[in-house]
């Protein structure tokens, strides 16, 4: 039950060069074995050599690793950061935790990400029996959440079935993680993206001479 019921922080950028190469920040904080240092979140690594086999990237593919470590009842607990580059978006799907998805075609990018619900989950028959029971895992839960934000050029078009779009080209999304043990179906994010030519690339080609025939 420790993915459950240890809280943690958890936040994550994901920016999409023209092309869709780019790069993932990733900030979180999570319980620690006191003995050997290691998260007690399988998903989310502390250590260097943890996030290097997490992850199947090389030592100097890890840019700008932080790591600090604090108490916090009950647990002791680590904070990291780090980031990661990508050259293929399809390369997505294994540095993204979670079920995730990548569908390209030509300039158009397809994201689709599940967080899983009570029915998926192997404690989900026990957690809805013993709902009560829980209710002290979902008072610590309620503080704490998921932050993900997705950036790419800002004349690119988006699309979200979840979270906003402040501003060109830019997404966030927040899941709280009382909805872990709340929610009872599987819930599907899906990003679309679709790539257009820079505004100076078009006023060239407008600007371009065309082409007359004597």
Aim: proline share 7%; glycine share 4%; with cysteine.
């Amino acid at each position: 039950m420790i993915p459950l019921t240890a809280c943690f922080d958890y936040e994550e950028r994901v920016t999409f060069l023209p092309g869709f190469s780019g790069s993932i920040d990733f900030k979180y904080s999570v319980p620690i074995d006191k003995d050997s240092g290691k998260s007690l979140i399988a998903f989310l690594p502390v250590t260097h050599e943890d996030i290097e086999k997490r992850f199947k990237v090389k030592p100097d593919e890890i840019l700008d690793f932080k790591a600090e470590t604090f108490e916090s009842n009950p647990f002791l607990m680590q904070k990291v950061s780090y980031r990661i580059l990508f050259k293929d978006a399809k390369q997505l799907e294994t540095l993204l935790p979670g079920q995730v998805q990548i569908l390209q075609a030509g300039g158009k990018l397809r994201l689709d990400r599940s967080f899983p619900g009570l029915e998926s989950l192997t404690e989900g028959k026990q957690l809805r029996a013993y709902r009560i029971a829980y209710r002290s895992i979902l008072e610590k839960l309620k503080d704490h959440s998921m932050k993900f934000s997705i950036t790419c050029p800002w004349y690119y078009d988006m699309s979200t079935n979840q979270g906003t779009l402040p501003a060109p080209g830019t997404l966030y999304f927040v899941f709280p993680l009382e909805r872990t043990v709340t929610q009872e179906k599987e819930m599907n994010w899906n990003i679309e993206i679709t790539a257009n030519s820079a505004p100076e690339e078009v006023s060239k080609t407008s600007l371009m001479p065309a082409d007359h025939h004597l």
